[in-house]
């Protein structure tokens, strides 16, 4: 079936800090895969996607990288800002855009 | 810009109870979704739509039903409650790969709807 694993948070960096969020997938044939952001009491949106393996997404200084050979896409920001703390969840594109997402890592960032 | 409306933020039911959650888009995207977030285990699909009177089932159907009689919108419902639907729901819209051209799979979602059921 289709699932994807994220590492387990919270994660907390001090601001200026590199960043990885561990993402790695299952799924039949070549999904697209997502990285989305959900700030504190608001829905989620896109931060970057990659559609075809060796794609790179990349958005706000964030990026990540379609790995099918390891079925990973972890995602990685080179200095962190406070602005930058809230809950990132990996996901897998099906039919009809349906998303298969992860658990979620919530990222804190402190000055 | 409004997007995604989802209605009300807010809910308190009692075990049995019913209602609606409302689900609004001015995107004028053909799918839309409807998803559950359970504290650390990501965002579930309860219900989907590809179009005007075409709703389909996600991985978590079972207690709650949709319809789907114009573009726009998209109502969750929920039957006879009970404490296993506590959680947040999301709506969330999207084009199609053929019209969305470079911006596929990408989902609009609303800002939730918070419902405890005790």
């Known amino acids: 079936g289709n699932s994807v694993t994220q590492m387990e948070g919270p994660v907390t960096l001090s601001e200026e800090a590199f960043l990885t969020i561990n993402c790695t997938y299952t799924a039949t044939g070549y999904p697209s895969l997502f990285w989305y952001v959900q700030y504190p009491g608001e829905g989620l949106q896109l931060l970057l996607k990659a559609t075809k393996a060796d794609d790179k997404g990349s958005n706000k200084g964030f990026e990540a990288t379609y790995r099918k050979e390891t079925t990973s896409f972890h995602l990685e920001k080179g200095s962190v800002q406070v602005s930058d703390s809230a809950v990132y969840f990996c996901?897998?594109?099906?039919?009809?855009?349906?998303?298969?997402f992860g658990a979620g890592t919530r990222l804190a960032v402190h000055p | 810009n409004a997007g995604v409306t989802q209605t009300p933020k807010f809910r308190i039911l009692k075990i049995g109870q019913s209602m609606t959650l409302q689900c609004a888009q001015d995107m004028n995207h053909n799918y839309m979704y409807w998803y559950r977030q359970d504290p650390g285990m990501g965002l579930k699909l309860i219900y989907y739509s590809v179009g005007a009177g075409i709703t389909d089932k996600g991985e978590v159907p079972n207690g709650y039903n949709v319809s789907r009689s114009t573009t726009e919108d998209f109502p969750l419902r929920l039957e006879l409650a009970a404490p296993s639907q506590t959680s947040v729901y999301f709506c969330?819209?999207?084009?199609?790969?053929?019209?969305?051209?470079?911006?596929?799979?990408?989902?609009?979602f609303g800002e939730g709807s918070r419902l405890t059921v005790l």
């Open positions: 969330a819209s999207s084009l199609s790969n053929r019209l969305a051209g470079t911006n596929t799979g990408e989902l609009f």
């Open positions: 996901a897998l594109g099906r039919g009809y855009n349906k998303l298969i």
